[in-house]
């Protein structure tokens, strides 16, 4: 009875304000100006990356591939479109699909490795991969890369080469992700993911076939910053290796630490408060990676847990101001 | 290869290998008491290396006093990022890896809103000319590198067996409860301990600064080898560190020679991937319980 | 680990620490009147008629496109100074004369980290939020991301890279840096010094190294292209990673093949600093070739015999080089940097003078050029950048840094978007301890007689613009 009120409670607060959120989002590009809509849009794709790390950060240990899986979608989708004439709305999912499996054969023979060996190993694994991009000049580019990636083709007369089609679509896409991760969270897949996060033996005692659902976990994850690549791709009209190297792994890193894995929300805030930093920044210039790497060092010091363990109880306490309070005998 | 090539490349092998594990010492030092990764360690290196550029090539100070200073300045960061950074966080790996890489972004700007940004900062080199040996020739300046990579790997072992507070060292990295029922301020031994591996990032940064194109980014380029070796090697194993920084040494410098050096780094990363699969706790690493 | 309160307070203290030693000094305009030297590098443009007024236009924005930060920055930030002093002598006159008005320039800047998503978003807020109309920028993988979105708005994208020109690419310029042009004179000047083949009895032997990267793949192809077509046998030709740090293996397979040559062609300075030391220690006896080296670095690490003994061929000239002249435009250039910019100057960089710092303006200036021609056909009004770029390509000669310069590049990129100047070849000189000047080449004529050879390296390396799809 307990759950089922918490859960009305849940979904009742929350739609709320997501719902002025994606009205807010859809009305930037009439408000906002076409550069806001052109910042906004990379938001949505960073914000499908950090939400798909953190689904295959909390089932197992922190994974250094992601962005390359991000890159494998990127390529993928890229070349699909431009050498096979694949349709981009069907090439950027097939570019899903692969970093989907991308990311479930890097994991594979890591199944049993944990801590410094597990970071290391699958910054190793990833790295392979991108090195080959830069390697085999045919057919990835090598370090040129690709260029002429063609845009989303014209539907019902919307040029999606333009900003703001192209906007409106990433906001689709990452609504629909976002859901997604949203549902899969709060099913019961999803709780057998908690309780492997949690406490894998306790799990694996009652029964949960843990590989199987780290795998599940993982090739969910890649899949979905497989899309991520195939968003950025389409837009930028050409791929290179530099994209996907561990500077961009350490954004992603910093966005999702930041915000915190302890809750759902946790790599939204991450990614919302400190890209805003960074682009906030931009006028110190050469001073400005000091002046990020300095609040990175303050968040993480005072608010341990992360922004989104903070909003979190910021919310739980106006919750309980709101609400009255459930009793035993409720 | 020609017998004159292999011979070269062996003595390249080498000189590869003691740059790699005299960077790598201090890492694997820290990994072992703290159980946290110091992702800076390259940026005190690059710091110590300015150092050496402000103290030798621009004050005139003699090179050899110029690396104490290095030494110094290394050991001097090691206990104010303990202290600032490590402290506070209490143990979450994850935050520290975080809040070093924050660190990394301020010493970068730090450095070159000092020394300036865009060409490498010229460090005379204080051992021009070259050692020759069966036909191979390596500068004089690496060759240095070996007995002080000797030295220091054979001297903190020493430290770690025979004395004391290298003892109290080991039990903090075997066991940090235990060690502190035993009456080990386990506070002071960390500081301890980064406070070593700041010594050993200096001597590494003094010593190699006339090597090493001398910018801000050398630091990143240093670090993720050095994490490789330390890794492989076994987190706080120095046995383990050196033997990983001979394999990669010689992995990277044989493939470069043969082949080119973006399939060198492409065979290191899958030797890597293939040991830690097979030993996820490293070569010579202990298996935590 | 008890947390500390002094641990905490510490956090603090680096904090503001970092932050007092970090807030740059916010430089303040000297004085407001034209200096002799900036009356001299302004003498480039045809009509800025000094001293005359003229009334008011609009304010012109220009942007700056590169990386400002982080690793790539030593290639990217300097190119602000350059730009600035331009600006400011054109501003101090009241602004560039086009059209019977008078329009100050305005320089943005954006930091793309060199990284091709940055850069096009970067690309739209110069455009959208600031309007501008010419963008200095590095090149390569940003190039690749912007080219679609400047060609739609007809902002010109000045690249430092002339591999990222091609048709397709209609506001896409380059020329400034002289590649590939001047790494194409190498085998030429390596020829010069070296016993020919009839004396050898057999061919000279080419070596070429550079880092895997956009620029370096393509200008490599031409370059050696240009080897072939002088005789030589390509004997080595392999990229190193960006993240090198030891050389020591690279040089060992490079003089293992017995070179005559070895070319660092568009290697980094920082790497070829090291290579200088292993080429050295390692005992290489033949020439040595490369676009750009950094000497004062270089010299730490070996003796200067060593170089000179080598015809160490470069071609970044030294804008203090004695052959300019004491009263020239890159003397004026220096010494205005130097009062700006050099030691204990107002906005101190706290680094010497490198290419980069002028590199820019090789292409500012044209532009200014051709928009005071063009603006003689739309008085009262600022010309088009089609209109620039016409003007531009009918004039047959105008001044540039380097030299007379004209507008070229349909042989071989497929379009009229470079400028082709007089090619600055230098040799290392033991008096000066420096590089100097030993001769400017031209390269149409030349380029006229090996063209079929070279063409047909390029293409086979994959290389040419026609390939690039």
Known sequence: ?330 | MSSQLLIQTIANAIMASSMYALIAIGLTLAFGVMQMANLAHGHFFMVSAYAVYALYALSGWPFWWAVVAAVAVGAILGVIVERTIFRPLQGDVVSGFIATMGLMFVFEVLVGEIWGWGLSRPIPSPYMGAVRFLGAAVSFQRVLLMPFALVSISGLLLFMKHFRLGRALRAVALDPEAASLQGININRMTALALGISGAYAGLAGGLMSPIYAVTPSLGGHLILPALIVVVVGGMGSIGGATLAAVIFGFIMTFVTTLVDGVTAVMVSVTVMAIVLVIKPQGLMGRVIA | MRRTRFGKLSTWILFAITFAFVLPSIAISASKKLTVDEAVILSHLPDQQIGKTYPQGEEINVGFLAALSGPDAGWGLPGVTGNSIWIEAVNKTGGLLVGGKRYPLKMHQFDDEANASKALQGARQLVLQHDVKFISAIGGDPANATAPFLTKHKVIYASLVPTDMQPARPYVVAGGDVTPQCNMFNPLMAKMVLPSEKELGRPLRYAITTQDDIMSRQVGAWEVGAAVSQGFDIVYEKFFSTDTTDFAPIVSALLATNPDVISLCEAWPEYQTLMWEQLYLQGFKGVVAQNYADWETNLTKIPPEYPAARSAIDSFPLMDDPWWGANSWQASFTRIWNKQYGPGAPDDVHRRMTGIDWDHVVWFIPWCIGAQVAGKDTPGEWPSNDAILAALRKMSSFPTILGPGHMSGKEMFGIQNMIEQPVPMNMFDLKANDKRIIAHMNFEPWFEAIKPVVLKEVKKRGQHWTQRK
């Open chain 1, 1 to 330: 009875m307990l759950s089922l009120n918490k859960e009305k409670n849940k979904i009742w607060t929350l739609s709320a304000p997501i719902s002025i959120g994606i009205i807010g989002l859809c009305l930037i590009p009439l408000f906002g100006g076409p550069y806001l809509v052109e910042v906004v849009m990379m938001y949505f794709i960073y914000i499908i990356l950090a939400q798909s790390y953190r689904l295959t950060v909390t089932i197992h240990d922190w994974q250094l591939y992601h962005i390359v899986m991000y890159g494998v979608g990127a390529y993928a989708s890229g070349m699909l479109a431009k050498n096979f004439g694949v349709p981009v709305f069907l090439a950027i999912p097939l570019g899903g699909v692969m970093a989907g499996i991308m990311g479930v054969m890097i994991t594979l023979p890591l199944l049993r490795t944990k801590g410094w060996g597990f970071y290391i190993a699958t910054y190793g694994l990833a790295e392979l991969v991108r090195l080959s991009w830069l390697k085999f000049r045919d057919p990835f580019g090598g370090s040129t890369g690709i260029i002429n990636i063609p845009w989303p083709p014209e539907f019902m007369g919307i040029d999606f080469s333009e900003g703001i089609p192209y906007y409106y679509f990433s906001l689709v896409i990452m609504l629909i992700v976002m859901y997604c991760l949203y549902r899969i969270e709060y099913s019961q897949l999803g709780d057998s993911f908690k309780a492997i996060s949690m406490d894998p033996e306790l799990a694996a005692s009652t029964g949960i076939n843990i590989p199987r659902h780290r795998l599940m976990a993982c090739a969910i994850g890649s899949f979905f910053a497989g899309i991520a690549g195939g968003l950025l791709v389409h837009r930028l009209g050409a791929v290179d290796p530099k994209l996907f190297n561990i500077v961009t792994m350490m954004y992603l890193l910093i966005w999702v630490v930041v915000g915190g894995t302890g809750t759902f929300w946790g790599p939204v805030i991450g990614v919302v408060v400190m890209h805003t930093l960074f682009e906030l920044s931009r006028p110190l210039i050469e001073i400005r990676p000091a002046f990020f790497g300095l609040s990175m060092i303050l968040v993480l010091i005072f608010l341990p847990g992360g922004l989104g363990n903070l909003v979190s109880k910021v919310v739980d306490r106006f919750r309980r101001l709101s609400i009255p309070p459930v009793t035993e005998t409720d």
